[in-house]
T-cell receptor
Framework: GAVVSQHPSWVICKSGTSVKIECRSL??????MFWYRQFPKQSLMLMAT?????????EQGVEKDKFLINHASLTLSTLTVTSAHPEDSSFYIC??????????????FGPGTRLTVL | GNSVTQMEGPVTLSEEAFLTINCTYT??????LFWYVQYPGEGLQLLLK?????DKGSNKGFEATYRKETTSFHLEKGSVQVSDSAVYFC????????????FGKGTTLSVSS
């Protein structure tokens, strides 16, 4: 199956610093990628849709100036958490869809990045 | 809007017991339905899927049937193993390019020997 990687797998940072998380589709191109956030023992909440060559689309309630998304190429999307605070500590997961014939939405997930802000 | 509701856990079973995790959905149109599994410390993995009504998805002994009349996609396994202990997420997506998944809240399954 298709592979999606994330880097780093975990990061600890000080409050006020910025953290960049990379999501790569390793063996296919993805014009769209999705960023999710998962709190402990909770479900995945869609944060934003990353679009190659255009601005990301953010879900309601997600601060676009705080969570900067850049879809730099057809295989790379980055999420930058700016001026991170302890409440931003969470598990961030990306996914990329790959067309499966007429069935568009076979989603492949990255392994996730655990962010801890001290 | 579209949504997924799944039974709250945790579900605690003994090895070889029968498992059912209920999932119902609300959607405008005809979604594809999925079950994902998240093992401790790992990322999400697709367990099974169904893309149209009456389809049955199956994998690793797990099954789920897309029931349009009851808008359900319940997950079942006849005999669970300790290694099945994980969090299970029901999800849907509308079959359009660039559409994200909508997840249920997840159900934690704990199987003891």
């Amino acid at each position: 199956g298709a592979v999606v990687s994330q880097h780093p797998s975990w990061v600890i940072c000080k409050s006020g610093t910025s953290v960049k998380i990379e999501c790569r589709s390793l063996d296919f191109q993805a014009t769209t990628m999705f960023w999710y956030r998962q709190f402990p023992k909770q479900s995945l909440m869609l944060m934003a849709t990353s679009n190659e060559g255009s601005k990301a689309t953010y879900e309601q309630g997600v601060e676009k100036d705080k969570f900067l998304i850049n879809h730099a190429s057809l295989t790379l999307s980055t999420l930058t958490v700016t001026s991170a605070h302890p409440e931003d500590s969470s598990f961030y997961i990306c996914s990329a869809p790959r067309a499966q014939g007429a069935y568009y939405n076979e989603q492949f997930f990255g392994p996730g990045t655990r962010l801890t802000v001290l | 809007g579209n949504s997924v509701t799944q039974m709250e856990g945790p579900v605690t079973l003994s090895e070889e017991a029968f498992l059912t995790i209920n999932c119902t959905y609300t959607a405008t149109g005809y979604p594809s339905l999925f079950w994902y599994v998240q093992y401790p410390g790992e990322g999400l993995q697709l367990l099974l899927k169904a893309t149209k009504a009456d389809d049955k998805g199956s994998n690793k002994g797990f099954e789920a049937t897309y029931r349009k009349e009851t808008t359900s996609f319940h997950l079942e396994k006849g005999s669970v193993q300790v290694s099945d202990s994980a969090v299970y997420f029901c999800a849907l997506t509308m079959n359009q390019a660039g559409t994200a998944l909508i997840f249920g809240k997840g159900t934690t399954l704990s199987v003891s020997s």
